[in-house]
């Protein structure tokens, strides 16, 4: 399936809702989807609602979006927005998968939204070779995570499909009989060989950006954030909407953070290139250690040319995750430099790393109480 | 969709599961559905445990199958099977509709077996241009003639698939996973104008061809009765049965009742051209005294000439429907030697049918203190 889509990309990068692969151009990716750069014009609007920026809106790892413009103006004029995200629970969750949900907390702080969080089993299941016994696991342990990142008991409803398919279902029929199979194929390359399951399961994705309407009993603005590779179930949605009384959803992109191995994104299936919330503080400074850097062969080479930051996945850790902007422009310039060896980036991002795994796993800990004031409904 | 498979069969008629037309030619049928016919020796066999033969299987109604010998001697050594059936609630229920359910409840009796029975309102929504609640309205009518048919109460239950979809789902998945698009494309003939959600949807239909042997905890026979153009369904079924575990189902596939009007099947749709469940008696009388017959222009010419009972669908529903088979072969005979004015033929069926149908308006009413005790599960 994956290759099918790659005509519609350039030969050195692909990004589809299920693969991501290469060193991804995120410029022209906004040419190919078709999104909108988020403009420093946006962002002010947003500072001007939520008093300071969110670091990752700051630092640009928030950089493309839909609509996101109207959806502040909708704000602005006392229409509240749902927010929406989702985990497919392909195995254990990254520091990767957290980034988006960090933004979806502020927002959610910011402008009281409630959060629709949906935990696509279904689609894993189809996509890939977990038995639904082991994609059950990984969904009951990712779920601790998403409650390990702080949300709003009263504002936040998780739904697993497979659990809450009753409530998903005739949405998903109406949106799915209001899409042919031309359209999904363009969208998301499905070919012969691709199972009758995953050409049937993108109505279900779309469903939550229509359920905010369904319960206020009136069109209600929906915010998605989310990495961007999942824009093409949301585009499917967004040429319905307005048939079906509904608003377009609304989203804001974010780009990927890179393996630690390689160029290209984390990817739980190799656990080597990804830190993951579970894993122990002996494990994460190996795999920090073992990380792939912009460095130079030796020190004395270092010392004299200086490394490339912007292949480093280390630095990319470091800004996107814990360094302030002004602590990672002096690390980039003292980085080209050559006054900064890859080694004290290493014992910086081990550092901050295994702080905060380790206060998250406390958190990830107390979230086990807390799973049943989380989940849409009861009939789990 | 219907015009695709085309290709895949004669000219002159079509047989897909959402559409038949034309002159079905019944012996084309079966070889170019791959079934067998049912032979004079299954017949015998089936009579040994039955002691009667049922009318429907005597007349040939009946007449096409898949694995019938094979469950006939599953069932001589000791492991019974499972019945299952279905409804597409496209509209009331009409006598061409109750054909397969005489003979689903007539084999319950029988072989003592239990019954799945399965509503699709999801594929009627899909396929088609009712909305949702217009379809439900359909459900529960239909709920009615499946209880009035006499099913036993504590071997029967009822699936509506909307309403017991998380009941399904997980199975439904597991058939999907293993259905390339490129099978259900030349089952089905799905084109690029075909909506996502008939695509998805067969491996719904499958999953009650497996739930016997998931209530029962071990591989467990299945007879699926029904109309022939439902095979294509189970057809994907049978092909990934064993790969899951499972047998395959079996079949026993039975022509379709003529439209009253023209040639070609009875239409929910086209409500002139069937009898339905729900008509009046004058309803009923005026349908039959305009019904298409195999009769010449004038009385005379009929005395001179005779008629063609094979093209007449007055002879046939009393054939099907009421006459036993030494009386269907009297009248066949008086009606070729012009001694059987069709006037006496529509008397005959007019009175059969007023008779029939109100009898089962009784049955139907009472039905109603019913629907909860005949329901799959309580979550409707």
């Known amino acids: 399936m994956s290759n099918s889509s790659k005509e519609n990309y350039s030969d050195d990068f692909e990004v589809t809702p299920w693969n991501v692969e290469g060193p991804v151009d995120y ?26 920026l969110h670091p990752l809106l700051a630092n640009k790892f928030f950089f493309s979006h839909r609509d996101l413009d109207w959806i502040l103006n909708k704000y602005e004029s006392n229409e509240k927005f749902y927010l929406y995200t989702g985990r497919g ?12 949900w960090f933004l979806t907390k502020h927002l959610q702080d910011k402008f009281d939204s409630n959060l629709l969080f949906q935990i696509t089993d279904d689609e894993k299941f189809l996509y890939g070779n ?76 779309g469903v939550p950006c229509f359920l905010p309407s369904i319960i206020e009993g009136k069109p209600t603005p929906v915010l998605i954030p989310a990495a961007i590779d999942q824009d093409p179930y949301w585009r499917l949605t967004r040429d319905i ?16 953070l890179p393996s630690l191995q390689t160029i290209g994104k984390m990817s739980s299936s190799k656990p080597e290139t990804a830190l993951f919330t579970t894993d122990t503080p002996k494990l994460i400074e190996e795999k920090i250690s073992n990380a792939f850097t912009g460095g130079q062969p030796t020190i004395s080479l270092q010392k004299k040319l200086g490394a ?38 290493k014992h910086d ?29 009861e009939d789990s």
Chains 1, 2 share one sequence.
């Not at 410029?27 to 300071?52: D, H, M, P, V, Y």
């Not at 629970?89 to 988006?100: A, D």
């Not at 016994?133 to 497979?162: M, P």
């Not at 901050?352 to 958190?363: A, D």
């Open 130 to 205: 977990s038995t639904m016994d082991e994609i059950k696991k990984n969904v009951n342990e990712n779920i601790l995570d998403i409650i390990a990142i702080g949300f709003k008991k009263s504002r936040t409803k998780i739904i697993v499909n497979s659990r809450h398919i009753k409530h998903l279902y005739s949405n998903s029929l109406e949106i799915a009989k209001r899409i042919t199979f031309s359209t999904a194929k363009s969208i998301f390359g499905f070919t012969n060989s691709t199972n009758i399951g995953m050409i049937g399961f993108p109505p279900l994705q």
């Open 349 to 377: 991002l081990s550092n901050h790393s295994t702080t905060f795994i380790s206060m998250f796993q406390e958190r990830r800990e107390k979230a086990k109480d807390l799973v049943s004031d989380f989940m849409y409904s």
């Open 308 to 345: 490339n930051p912007a292949i480093c996945s280390v630095f990319s850790y470091l800004k996107y995750l814990f360094d302030t902007p002004v602590e990672s422009n002096e690390r980039e310039l003292k980085c080209r430099s050559g006054n900064l060896l890859c080694g004290e980036c």
């Open 27 to 52: 410029a022209r990716l906004i040419k190919k989807f078709g999104t909108q750069e988020i403009t420093n014009e946006i962002l002010k609007k947003i500072e001007s609602f939520t008093g300071e």
């Open 89 to 100: 629970p392909s195995g254990m969750v990254h520091l990767g998968h957290l980034m988006p």
């Open 241 to 256: 909407a307005e048939k079906m009384g509904f608003y377009k959803p609304a989203q804001i992109h974010s780009k990927f």
